[in-house]
Structures are given as C-alpha cells and as structure tokens.
C-alpha cells in the first residue's frame, strides 16, 4: 500500500469541467489543463493492454507517482475503474466479476494512495459492451448483476461509487446530472455536448450542479 495521497478530499465544484484520460498525464500537461480553466481528472486506474477498448497507444494505469503530480498542478482528481472480461466467469460473469472487480477497484485505490471518501467512477459503457458480448440474450441482467456487486465492494471499501457513461470520442464532453441512490451510488444520466478545448487528444466531462448535499460528488484536491 502506497502513502495516503497528500490533498482534501471536497465536493466538486458544480459545473466544472475535466478531462479524461487512460493515459499518463505529467504535472507539466496537468498545469497546462488548470491554466485551460478544466479544474480536476477523470483518470483510469486500470485500463492495460489486456483490458476492453483498443487503442493506438497502449493504456498507461494511474500510479501514486502521477497522482502526485496531478495534485500538486492544482487538478483536482477523480478515479475511473474499467470492468475487465474474465472468460473463467463465463457462465455467471457478472456477478462473479462485479464481487472480484469491486474489491480489486478497492485494492488499486489504496496502492495508489486515494484517500476514502473519494467518488471511483465504473466505466459502464464497457460493462453493457461486455455483457452484450458474452451473454447477448440476458444482458440487461449480467449489466445490473455485475454493477450491484462491484458497487457493494467499493463501497464496502470506503468509497463512492459513480456511474460513468462518456465513452466518446477524444475531443466530445460528456454533461453528468447526478442522481443519487443506493446508499450515496452516483448515477450519470444527460450526456452530451462537443468540447471546444485545443486538447483534442483528450474527452472531457462536465460536472453537473452537483447540488445533493447528502450525496456529492466527492474528489481529492491538492492541499
């Protein structure tokens, strides 16, 4: 387990705006972001070569060197975990994985230093995408299956739990209006909207207002 992050763990400022990334970002490229008037990161935690998407440049994991930086740019950070197909599970996938998953999610959080209390974001465009592939006549049920139990876990583990469902295109932004359910589990529904930003090698996301007292959106800002 690495050292516990130095930074606060606060409520989202409504309506800010991010990016999001599988890749590593330098403390250089963070600061470069904040002067861009985008306030934190959504980064994986990890996406690898063996995970779902494909992509050009292989996926580099968010470690507790990165963190730091990112931090210290004045970013603030937000966690995404990416479901992973386990071909063992076959024939219970979902709910298997969602348990196995969770605690992983859990144990990746705490070796990078996130603090509890942070909102850990699952990529569910990618658990429907599994779930269509291995189970395409119940894939409604593995999708909910796999999600009630992954969330269990980390919230088992100290954290929130987030839906996210922005899986566009580099360059697109993804608008969340949280909806809070499930023992504090954050749901993002209304996504849409382009991204004007000159970093079109990155997505971005925008917070919504972020307005549930009892349950916000929580990130780890840098002291």
């Known amino acids: 387990m690495s050292t516990i992050l130095n930074g606060n763990v606060e409520t989202a400022t409504p309506n800010a705006t991010g990016v999001v990334s599988e890749n590593a970002i330098s403390q250089i490229t963070s600061k470069r972001f904040l002067d861009e008037n985008y306030l934190f990161s959504l980064r994986e935690i990890n996406k690898d070569a063996a995970s779902l998407s494909t992509t050009e440049i292989p996926p580099y994991p968010l470690s507790h060197t990165e963190a730091v930086g990112i931090l210290a740019s004045g970013l603030a950070l937000?966690?995404?975990?990416?479901?992973?197909?386990?071909?063992?599970?076959?024939?219970?996938?979902?709910?298997?994985?969602?348990?196995?998953?969770?605690?992983?999610?859990?144990?990746?959080?705490?070796?990078?230093?996130?603090?509890?209390?942070?909102?850990?974001?699952?990529?569910?465009?990618?658990?429907?995408?599994?779930?269509?592939?291995?189970?395409?006549?119940?894939?409604?049920?593995?999708?909910?299956?796999?999600?009630?139990?992954?969330?269990?876990?980390?919230?088992?583990?100290?954290?929130?739990?987030?839906?996210?469902?922005?899986?566009?295109?580099?360059?697109?932004?993804?608008?969340?209006?949280?909806?809070?359910?499930?023992r504090g589990v954050l749901q993002l529904t209304n996504c849409g909207g382009s991204s004007s930003s000159q970093n079109q090698n990155y997505k971005t996301i925008t917070i919504g207002e972020n307005s549930d007292s009892s349950c916000p959106i929580q990130w780890l800002k840098g002291e």
């Open 78 to 182: 937000l966690p995404m975990y990416t479901p992973r197909r386990l071909e063992e599970f076959i024939d219970d996938w979902s709910k298997v994985a969602g348990t196995e998953q969770g605690i992983n999610a859990v144990e990746i959080l705490k070796t990078i230093g996130i603090p509890l209390g942070v909102c850990v974001w699952l990529d569910q465009y990618l658990v429907s995408d599994i779930t269509k592939d291995d189970h395409p006549n119940t894939a409604k049920n593995n999708f909910s299956d796999y999600t009630e139990n992954w969330v269990k876990e980390v919230l088992r583990g100290g954290y929130v739990a987030g839906y996210y469902e922005g899986n566009y295109p580099a360059g697109n932004s993804t608008t969340p209006t949280p909806n809070c359910k499930d």
